[in-house]
T-cell receptor
Framework: AQSVTQPDIHITVSEGASLELRCNYS??????LFWYVQSPGQGLQLLLK??????LVQGIKGFEAEFKRSQSSFNLRKPSVHWSDAAEYFC????????????FGKGTTLSVSS | SQTIHQWPATLVQPVGSPLSLECTVE??????LYWYRQAAGRGLQLLFY??????ISSEVPQNLSASRPQDRQFILSSKKLLLSDSGFYLC????????????FGQGTRLTVV
């Protein structure tokens, strides 16, 4: 079955500290992987995506993610968290083929303490 | 550039009333269109998707239906709302000729009272 697991429902990080949000996936085909961020009451904004090539991808707002095929993981990282990073983060997996939908994890809520 | 519009932003409806949420995409043709529902702690649940006019795939049988009367218009409807229909509804689109990232609208907060 195709699925995305985000093991951490809620994470609190001190401002300036590093961040890692975990994502594991189960997908039958070659996975295309995404991280989205959502502020309260808003739609989802794409942070970064992985299709192929270099397994370390850079995104917006200083985020990066590393694809590890052997571990079926696509963890999101940021070296130094800012208070404005507090939001909900979603990992998603999809296929290349048109007509398919992205499958999302249940999300991780990030709180930033001062 | 492409944009996606979703409205209304918020909606409060009584139980048993009808529903119509609209989503339109500009700046692209033949997009794949999606309706997701988001409930607290449950992530995004795919409700419907469409690869073309009049073509609707339902992922979850429920009290809702979707229609695509025009290439870039996607409508989510219900004849009689239930309390359980409350939630945050998101429309999204992807390129029609290849599966890239999805682009989301700003969402509709539906409260059924």
């Amino acid at each position: 079955a195709q699925s995305v697991t985000q093991p951490d429902i809620h994470i609190t990080v001190s401002e300036g500290a590093s961040l890692e949000l975990r994502c594991n996936y189960s997908y039958g085909a070659t996975p295309y992987l995404f991280w989205y961020v959502q502020s309260p009451g808003q739609g989802l904004q794409l942070l970064l995506k992985y299709f192929s090539g270099d397994t370390l991808v850079q995104g917006i707002k200083g985020f990066e993610a590393e694809f590890k095929r052997s571990q079926s993981s696509f963890n999101l990282r940021k070296p130094s968290v800012h208070w404005s990073d507090a939001a909900e983060y979603f990992c998603a997996v999809g296929a290349w083929q048109a007509g398919t939908a992205l499958i999302f994890g249940k999300g991780t809520t990030l709180s930033v303490s001062s | 550039s492409q944009t996606i519009h979703q409205w209304p932003a918020t909606l409060v409806q009584p139980v048993g009333s009808p529903l119509s949420l609209e989503c339109t995409v500009e700046g692209t043709s033949n997009p794949n269109l999606y309706w997701y529902r988001q409930a607290a702690g449950r992530g995004l649940q795919l409700l419907f998707y469409s690869v073309g006019i009049g073509q609707i795939s339902s992922e979850v049988p429920q009290n809702l239906s979707a229609s695509r009367p025009q290439d870039r218009q996607f409508i989510l409807s219900s004849k009689k709302l239930l309390l359980s229909d409350s939630g945050f509804y998101l429309c999204a689109w992807r390129m029609g000729d290849r599966g890239t990232e999805a682009f989301f609208g700003q969402g509709t907060r539906l409260t059924v009272v």
